[in-house]
C-alpha cells in the first residue's frame, strides 16, 4: 500500500486541509503527515501524525528562503514503508493519481514544463519511492544536504544523489503534477491537456487561502471549490 506524505507546519494547515479533502475524493490511501505544530484536532480527516527527529537536521544550513521544515519530509524514508508519494501542503488534487500512486518503478517523479533559472531537475512534490529499494537513503541524503546550502533545499538535495549515484528515475506524465505558473506561461498546453491534469501545484506567492495572484484568478476559485472544473 502507497502511503501519502504530507510535511506541513501550521501556518501552512489550510493548504493541508484542502490537499487532503481533494486527495479524498479519489483515493482513500492512508496519510502521514509530518510536523512539528500541528494536532489531530487541526485536521477533520483521518491521518496519522508523525514528530520529525529534528535534531537530525540540525547541521543543515539553509538558502533558498524555505524553512528547514522542509527537509522533514526525508522522515518518511525511515518509517518501514513500502512505497511512499510525496505530496505538497500547497497543491490541490483535481484527477485520478492512480499512475503516481501504484507504479512499478523504485523512483518515479515529475519534471518541470516551464523554463526557470534553475538548471532542468525533477521536483519532489508527487515524488514516489520504495524507500527498501535504497538501503540507508536517508543518511545518503542528509549527509549531501549538510555539505553546503542548497538554493532548491531538499528538492536540490534529491537531485543531488540521483546524479551522484547513478539512480534511475522514472518521469510522470507530464500531466500528474502541474505548477501553477503553466496556466500563464505555457497557456497553449495548459489548454490541450487541462482535461487530463490529475494536480496542481501552487507554487509562488500568495497561496491560494490567502489571495489569488494576478492572473491566476480562476485557479483560486478552483481551489477554494466555488468551481468544480478548469
Known amino acids: 500500500m502507497t502511503t501519502i506524505i504530507l510535511a506541513s507546519a501550521r501556518n501552512y494547515l489550510p493548504g ?5 479533502e481533494s486527495f479524498r475524493r479519489f483515493h482513500d490511501n492512508p496519510i502521514l503527515v509530518i510536523s512539528e505544530d500541528i494536532e489531530y484536532s487541526d485536521i477533520p480527516y483521518e491521518v496519522t501524525i508523525h514528530r520529525p527527529d529534528v535534531d537530525v537536521y540540525k547541521n543543515i544550513k539553509t538558502a533558498g528562503g524555505y524553512p528547514l521544515l522542509v527537509y522533514y519530509i526525508l522522515d518518511s524514508l525511515k518509517l518501514d514503508l513500502d512505497r511512499v508519494v510525496w505530496l505538497g501542503p500547497d497543491q490541490l488534487i483535481i484527477g485520478d493519481m492512480s499512475e503516481a500512486l501504484e507504479s512499478e518503478h523504485d523512483l518515479c517523479a515529475s519534471l518541470e514544463i516551464v523554463d526557470n533559472q534553475y538548471p532542468k531537475m525533477f521536483n519532489d512534490s508527487t515524488l514516489s519511492i520504495r524507500p527498501k529499494a535504497f538501503p540507508g537513503l536517508f543518511n545518503r541524503l542528509i549527509s549531501i544536504a549538510e555539505e553546503k546550502p542548497h538554493r532548491l533545499e531538499e528538492m536540490e538535495v534529491l537531485n543531488e544523489w540521483v546524479k551522484r549515484d547513478n539512480i534511475d528515475v522514472h518521469y510522470h506524465p507530464e500531466y ?3 505548477l501553477k505558473r503553466v496556466y500563464v506561461k505555457r497557456r497553449d498546453w495548459w489548454d490541450a491537456n487541462k482535461g487530463n491534469i490529475r494536480s496542481i501545484h501552487f507554487v509562488g506567492k500568495p497561496k491560494p487561502w490567502l489571495g489569488d495572484e494576478r ?8 481551489w477554494r471549490g466555488e468551481i468544480e472544473h478548469l
Do not use: M, Q, T
Open 215 to 222: 492572473g491566476y484568478e480562476l485557479l483560486g476559485k478552483l
Open 16 to 20: 493541508a486541509i484542502r490537499l487532503i
Open 176 to 178: 500528474i503534477d502541474v
